[in-house]
Each structure stands twice: as C-alpha cells, then as structure tokens.
C-alpha cells in the first residue's frame, strides 16, 4: 500500500507563474517531511524540509506546506522558472526512521 | 554532489547472472541507502546501513543482498538476477538517521535480459 501518495504524474506551468505540487499521506506517525527534485540522469537532490511541528517553512522561491489533519502538503514554487522543470518526489520519514517516497511529479515549466 | 560515487553507471546482464553494484563515499557518513527507481513507484528503500557491518532491509529487499565492510563502500548484490529487477539503482548517504536529509549519486541503469 503507498503510503506516500503524488496522485498528479505531470503539471504544466507558464514562466513567472505559480506551481504547486501536492501529496498526500496516510501514516499518522510521520513527522518529518521532503520534497526532491530530479534532473534526467542525475540523482534526486534534496529542496526543502518541513518538521510536523510546522506548517510551512520557505526557502526562496520554494515554499512548503503541511496540514496534518489533512495528511496532505504541497511545494509551491514562485516564480517558477524554466529551470525548474524536473521530476519533483515528495517523501516522508515515520519512526521507523526510513524515508518513504512518492512517485514523483514531473513538472514542465513553459518560457 | 556530495562525494558520492557509484559504478558502474550502466550495466546489461543476463538473467540468472551475479550482479554487484558499488556505492564509495567520501563524506563519512554512517548511514547509507540504497533505493530503485521506477516508473509509477518513486523510489524504493531496498537496504540501508546504520554503520560498518550493521545493515537492514527496506520496502523490496527480496533477490538483493548488501555487505558495508567499511565506512566509504556499501554494495548492493543481486545473487541471481531477473527482468524484474532492471531499473535505476540509487544509493543515498546521510549524517544521521534522524531528520537529516539523504544526498543521492548520480544511479545506476542496470538492464536484466
């Protein structure tokens, strides 16, 4: 059962405008929560973090959301750039310590 | 990067064949990860190491095996591969296993036919 769920595969944006990508969880014991970002032929590398303690953190132009009565958060990119366009993972780390990884969203920002 | 090297970076195989896939670290960190990638799964936890000669499995550890005999090199066998196990092999490093986040190498493409 996925318990890390990116029910959009794919999102299509316009330079200079707003992106934001969601996910959605299942397991009420995670606390610590990821998004990554993946380029073709390289490692994921890491964005920006969010403790459950918080509901948003923001890092530049990326900022993370969480609302855990939900058990959904979302990263949200402004302005997003060309550059941008990548595979985004969102991932979540419980008790148990292992990191759970989404399927990934692959996001097209359009010049 | 962070100091993460693995080799190969592709690999074709037959099925039924040993495969072993090196992960070397220059960061010394004591947590190591291996995950696959692929399409419609994210990533997956297959093993991971929480120190020299202390390992455990993750989500898909069934057909793999790993050994970490020194802090830098964790590898990741496959004793007998099969087409379900082609995919893109990544291993992760990081500091601590609390809420640090993991850096990643740049995968390995293995083919099984």
């Known amino acids: 059962d996925q318990q890390v769920k990116q029910n959009s595969p794919s999102l299509s944006v316009q330079e200079g405008r707003i992106s934001i990508l969601n996910c959605d969880y299942t397991?009420?014991?995670?606390?610590?929560f990821l998004w990554y970002k993946k380029y073709p032929a390289e490692g994921p590398t890491f964005l920006i973090s969010?403790?459950?303690?918080?509901d948003k953190n923001e890092d530049g132009r990326f900022t993370v959301f969480l609302n855990k009565s939900a058990k959904h958060l979302s990263l949200h990119i402004v302005p997003s750039q060309p550059g941008d366009s990548a595979v985004y993972f969102c991932?979540?780390?419980?008790?148990?310590?292992?990191?759970?990884f989404g399927q990934g969203t692959t996001l097209q920002v359009k010049p | 990067d962070a100091g993460i090297t693995q080799s190969p970076r592709h690999k074709v195989t037959e099925t039924g064949t040993p495969v072993t896939l090196r992960c070397h670290q220059t960061?010394?960190?004591?947590?190591m990860y291996w995950y696959r990638q692929d399409p419609g799964h994210g990533l997956r936890l297959i093993h991971y190491?929480?120190?020299?000669?202390?390992?455990d499995k993750g989500e898909v550890s069934d057909g793999y095996s790993v050994s970490r005999s020194k802090t830098e090199d964790f590898l990741l066998t496959l004793e007998s591969a099969t087409s379900s196990q082609t995919s893109v092999y990544f291993c992760?490093?990081?500091?601590?296993?609390?809420?640090?986040?993991?850096?990643f190498g740049n995968g390995t493409r293995l083919t099984v036919t």
């Open positions: 992760a490093i990081s500091e601590s296993g609390l809420n640090s986040p993991l850096h």
């Open positions: 397991n009420s014991m995670f606390d610590y």
């Open positions: 969010i403790s459950s303690i918080k």
């Open positions: 991932a979540a780390k419980g008790n148990t310590g292992k990191l759970i």
């Open positions: 960061e010394n960190h004591r947590y």
């Open positions: 190491s929480y120190g020299v000669k202390d390992t």
